[in-house]
Nanobody, 121 residues
């Protein structure tokens, strides 16, 4: 089994910054990709940013130029640096990872428990 543990959420004023972290642990053979999604009240969960093995990244248009995703492969950890935060960034942020648990495994998707980010105006 694979566990994803997020940290770094909190309350910040508009224009401020936060850094989220997500560490993967457990029976990990290889991590194909890691990323962040968010869900605001009464809205669907949406992609924020992803990073795949080897480094290519993908961002939602709404966060391009403000958020940066990075990954420490040695620590199985992904980070999300969020700058110039806006009230509309308020949401629960979830870490998501696609993981192979053995050489014969295809892959599975795992989610963290979520961390709240609140941006006040």
């Amino acid at each position: 089994q694979v566990q994803l543990v997020e940290s770094g959420g909190g309350l910040v004023q508009a224009g401020g910054s936060l850094r989220l972290s997500c560490a993967a642990s457990g029976s990990i053979f290889s991590i194909i990709s890691m990323g962040w999604y968010r869900q605001a009240p009464e809205k669907q969960r949406e992609l924020v940013a992803t990073i795949i093995s080897g480094g290519p990244t993908n961002y939602a248009d709404s966060v391009k130029g403000r958020f940066t995703i990075s990954r420490d492969n040695a620590k199985n950890t992904v980070y999300l640096q969020m700058n110039d935060l806006k009230p509309e960034d308020t949401a629960v942020y979830y870490c998501r990872s696609i993981v192979r648990v053995s050489w014969s495994d295809s892959s599975s998707v795992y989610w963290g428990q979520g961390t709240q980010v609140t941006v006040s105006s």
